[in-house]
């Protein structure tokens, strides 16, 4: 047990015997902290860690476990009845899809996903496939549960609130890193970076090729921080056209330069991809509610662009870091180590999706850096459709009912949409974020928010 693990003991068993709502609270605040654990089994690459967000998370659902039992009532709301259901059918296949090991039996030899040691496995069911699918199916129920919870407005706002906190917090702590970096003392990893997983060290990355520390915070490593901050700026995109506020304007405004500076500083592509991937649907979404005229829209996120890319390119010109930064991070990324291990893992699980194509070779046998590929060779055609129909029910929801949002509030509903779509596209090429409770959240609340679409049509 680490010494999270301790202080978080009792603040957990007494939520469980006094509060559901600061279980929640708790479990929503600790969602971005992947690094962050209360215990520890195991180590280096058979190293596994119970993050904190998983601890709170298994509280939240055990007690409202009880609660329901004390009412016989398991029901799953009519309003969200159609994502939910997707989602469960995909849960299903990712479970069925254990058959595949049983039926290969080790005829099957898996390559090392590591790109200097080739040294190959026979594919057996083990321990760590019922591992995976528990992981999968944990976040499917937590994020049906958030759907639930975050249903009135109230609770949404406060959901909101946290996580925008949280983001808040995460940021400055990478500044933290960021700062110890390069006056040279020692980043205090031991306080939030205390996973004993083997992903779990990422704090003491080096930019290959440059040598500069990369920024992680308190993330496994610095795309997954990356991909946690840019999916949370939407919520500060009311605050800046007058359309209400998270916390309060003043506070939205400087968490939008505070992430932005953070995303700069983690060098990861998957930072400055989201950002112009976020951009791009900022325009689609403000001109869909008819919030500005696709015309303004264009001219604000275009200007904003401008800039950014202005000063970009008088930093490029004007230091030879950040031209190696930005060598390393976008033109040269695969060159690089972890770019060509990329490519292998990808290619390696494709050829298991061709040998076996309808429920591919078994949730958690195969490891691709990317989404599509990873579903394919893990629970085949069968899954990735069902997965892919969970999601496109989820944002296909959300699109239609912008029509009818004309209220503050309702615009706050909307900047879902974009949190979950960009989560999806920087997922495509970050690979699936199975064990990370900020997709799952994000997941759950961009359900809670598509409910309307039953009522208007």
Not at 187 to 192: E, G, Q, S, V
Request: net charge neutral.
């Amino acid at each position: 047990m680490t010494y999270l693990g301790y202080i978080m003991l009792p603040v957990g068993l007494a939520g469980l015997l006094l509060s559901t709502k600061w279980l929640y609270r708790w479990f929503v605040f600790w969602t971005l902290f992947s690094a962050s654990s209360v215990l520890n089994i195991g180590e280096g690459e058979n190293g596994s860690a119970l993050q904190v967000w998983m601890f709170f998370g298994v509280l939240w659902l055990l007690r409202l476990t009880l609660e329901h039992l004390s009412t016989i009532s398991f029901s799953i709301d009519r309003r969200i009845f159609r994502p939910c259901l997707w989602l469960a059918a995909f849960l299903f296949v990712g479970a069925l899809s254990l058959v595949m090991p049983l039926y290969i039996n080790g005829t099957l030899s898996i390559t090392s996903p590591f790109l200097l040691d080739g040294s190959e496995t026979p594919l057996y069911l083990t321990s760590h496939n019922f591992t995976q699918v528990l992981y999968l199916i944990f976040g499917g129920v937590i994020t049906i549960c958030v759907a639930h919870r975050n249903l009135r407005d109230a609770e949404r706002q406060e959901t909101e609130r946290l996580i925008l906190l949280s983001a808040i917090f995460i940021s400055l702590w990478g500044l933290m890193q960021f700062i110890c970096s390069v006056v040279d003392i020692p980043y205090p990893y031991y306080i939030f970076n205390n996973s004993g997983s083997a992903a779990g060290t990422g704090f003491a990355q080096v930019l290959e090729n440059v040598g500069i520390s990369r920024i992680s915070s308190a993330a496994v490593e610095p795309s997954i921080f990356a991909q946690s901050i840019v999916t949370l700026l939407p919520l500060t995109i009311p605050a800046w056209i007058g359309r209400g506020s998270v916390v309060s304007v003043p506070i939205d405004r400087l968490s939008t330069v505070l992430l932005a500076v953070a995303l700069v500083l983690s060098t990861s592509s998957t930072a400055y991809l989201g950002l112009l991937i976020l951009a791009f649907l900022s325009v689609l979404m403000l001109a869909h509610t008819r919030t500005i005229s696709i015309v303004r829209a264009g001219l604000v996120v275009g200007s904003a662009l401008g800039a950014v890319s202005a000063l970009a390119v008088v930093a490029v010109y004007s230091s030879a870091i950040v031209r190696d930064v930005i060598n390393s991070t976008l033109v040269d990324k695969a060159t690089t180590y972890s770019g060509l291990e990329r490519v292998m893992t990808i290619s390696l699980a494709y050829g298991y999706f061709l040998k076996f194509p309808l429920l591919g070779i078994g949730w958690g046998s195969a490891v691709s850096h990317d989404l599509i590929v990873l579903l394919l060779s893990n629970v085949g055609t069968i899954g990735a459709l069902t997965f892919f129909g969970a999601m496109w029910c989820v944002v296909h929801s959300n699109w239609r009912i912008m029509d009818s949002l004309d209220s503050a509030m309702d615009l706050s509903r909307a900047t879902w949409f974009l949190s979950f779509t960009v989560f999806l596209i920087t997922s495509l090429f970050n690979g699936f974020p199975l064990a990370f409770g900020n997709f799952w959240l994000v997941m759950g609340m961009a359900i809670s928010t598509s409910w309307k679409e039953r009522l208007t049509t």
